[in-house]
């Protein structure tokens, strides 16, 4: 899920699993919830709209032959990020049943631990910025948070940062405040368990370079901004409660959810 991408040393294939596993642990436990509810008929009644939309949009990033519309880009962008949410109160996942390999093309592969369901990267908007930053910039310097790695990587707190304060309302405002505040609530749990003396692991390798000088004032720190940013996000989306629970969590520091640093 990026400029600033780490990725973990030394440690086993069975660490790797497991790093795998934690970083999408609670994306996947709301995508089985969703499955689960609305089952196999709505999925049978709703693919083949799935199925013929990315065809669709394949067919038309084909037809750029590498000179494409930086506005329609974006449209593609926005179409396929709405027909393959992240997150469940964005919408159910869809299922890689009748999916090609072409689509890496356009950013859509099957998801890391879950291949019966689809995943988008964000591909179309990265191309699109770097085609021309100033062209719908309010889409596309959004993608400069995760980079060359996509939303498969590690954010750029800098560039989220940046994004809010050129567009603090912008179409991508709730995903540049929640990919920082995820960021610091991982944070803030390496330094909580490096200060608890817990042996280090992948999590430590990962955000060690964030780690600067004492460890009490980034620890305060790193909780606050998580908590300045999942109070944003609860404001965008106050109908979501499950990001009042994470607000919550962060707010007392018992919060055991992880969100980056897979290898």
Known sequence: MSQHRLRSISVTDLQRRGVRQAVMKRRLSVLFVVLAVFGNLLWSESQGAIDAALERVYKEYSSFRGQPDVTRLVLLDQELRRLLPVWSWDGPPALSKNYRSEYKTIGVTRALFEPTLLSYSGKLLLEAHERD?????????????????????MPSTAAAKAYLQEFPSGPFAFQAHLAIANFYSDL??????????VPRDYKYDCYQKYLKGPLPPQRIDAQAQAVEH????????????????????????????WHYCGD
């Open 133 to 153: 930053p100033k062209i719908q910039r309010s889409y596309t310097l959004y993608s400069t948070v995760f980079g060359k790695d996509e939303e498969g990587g």
């Open 188 to 197: 803030f749990q390496v330094i909580r368990d490096e200060e608890a003396g």
């Open 230 to 257: 999942y109070l944003a996000v609860t404001r965008l989306t106050p109908k979501v409660t499950e990001l009042a629970g994470w607000l919550a969590e962060m707010r007392t520091g018992k919060i055991n959810g």
